[in-house]
């Protein structure tokens, strides 16, 4: 193989990195920032994840490193149940669950597989030519056989390949992220709906619980504490909410609005440029699919890529259609998460429950097309 150069040290980067190395690529991931120094917070990694971190030989030291997701489902704000289903249901269908863990913990694993000589911090690229494959940074141009942009939501290099596509949208809600401590709180893997407001909870290891909430609210709000804030918006949900919100360190609170992809792009790929991650699909985040539809890229991208244009070609038939769906599968689910009128509330919420009723593997059906992915080479349609 050739040289490859990826733009972007996030997951989708780092594991694109991987996987070409694996390949027998020469690889260098470039990245702006200093230091790799991912957000505070967890993540899920679902099972088609997990399928694709097996291909790289990573998968079990990921579930080793994370909290297996026990019973899991969604809730009412005063605590009533009204989906769920158990971590051995999922097992059963695809052959893996969901598993929780640090974004840190994450990206230190992929780190530590693609090795410190392929990754060049505090590299900012100032241009891409995608039909000569060079990258011009701070620091000199470098040539490439294949250019991987995985530089994010508000991708420069998606820009210049495909100007005249409207970018990210906002989808209407804002989210917050933090990792509090559990001490002796009993917790367990949960998200909570109400009126046009979303909790989430997922304990992850070490006695620590991730937790993110989303509400409705206008693009670019500023709120002077967010603890406050959001003691003041879920303050008297089930518990534990409000006990985790009293234990949360009100520093260790991140707060972002939630954009996402209405237009999808008319191809993943110009030139010698592969686009990955949220710099090719971004969605909200409601399937819990961003950082696991990125490393699928990642996956697929390293397979398919032979260093011909014909290749991304293949790439992009491989990843628009399935990626596209999913970005609007999440948006859906995040538009009846927006709902505030309470009449409409409790009509969704008793449909919710009434459907979980009359099939009792309903939430699990409704995720067949997303979990049941398998890497290139292995039956999608295999159970495990």
Not at 32 to 61: E, F, Q, Y
Not at 309 to 330: F, G, M, P, W
Not at 357 to 378: A, E, N, T, Y
Request: hydrophobic share 45%.
């Amino acid at each position: 193989m050739g040289r490859a150069v990826v733009i972007g040290g996030g997951v989708g980067g780092l594991t694109t990195g991987v996987a070409l190395r694996r390949k027998g690529w020469d690889v260098t991931v470039l990245e702006r920032a200093p230091k790799i120094d991912p957000v505070g917070s967890g993540l899920a990694v679902a099972a088609n994840a997990l399928k694709a971190l097996d291909t790289l030989g990573l998968g079990d030291r990921i579930r080793a490193l994370s909290r297996l997701q026990g019973q899991v489902g969604i809730r009412a704000a005063n605590g009533r149940w009204l989906v769920h289903t158990s971590g051995d249901d999922a097992v059963a269908r695809y052959g893996d669950s969901v598993v929780v863990l640090l974004r840190a913990t994450l990206m230190d694993v992929l780190m530590e597989a693609l090795g410190p000589d392929h990754l060049r911090l505090n590299t900012t690229v100032s241009e891409v030519d995608a039909s000569g494959g060079v990258v011009r940074t701070d620091e000199g141009d470098l040539e490439a056989d294949l250019v991987v942009a995985a530089d994010g939501i508000h991708s420069a290099t998606r820009r210049a390949l495909f100007p005249g596509h409207p970018g990210p949208a906002y989808s209407g809600v804002t989210a917050w992220r933090g990792l509090v401590p559990r001490g002796d709180l009993a917790v367990q893997s949960m998200e909570s709906w109400g009126r046009g407001q979303v909790f989430g909870v997922h304990p992850l290891a070490d006695d620590v619980v991730y937790v993110y909430a989303t509400d409705v609210s206008p693009a670019g709000a500023v709120h002077e504490d967010e603890r406050v804030e959001l003691m003041r918006r879920f303050g008297d949900w089930h518990e534990p909410i409000p006990a985790l919100l009293r234990s949360a360190d009100p520093a260790k609170i991140i707060r972002g609005d939630v954009y996402y992809f209405d237009q999808a792009l008319p191809a993943f790929h110009r030139g010698k440029v592969a686009l990955v991650g949220d710099a090719a699909h971004a969605m909200t985040p409601n399937l819990g699919q961003g950082a696991c539809q990125a490393i699928e890229d990642a996956i697929v991208l390293a397979h398919l890529a032979g260093g011909q244009e014909n290749d991304l070609a293949a790439y992009t038939a491989a990843r628009l259609e399935r990626t596209s769906k999913i970005v609007r599968q999440s948006m859906t689910i995040c538009r009846l998460t927006m709902v505030r009128n309470p009449v409409v509330v409790r009509l969704r919420d008793f449909g919710m429950s009434t459907a979980a009723k009359l099939s009792s593997d309903l939430m699990l059906r409704s995720m067949d097309q997303v979990l049941g992915w398998r890497p290139p080479g292995q039956d999608p349609a295999a159970r495990v």
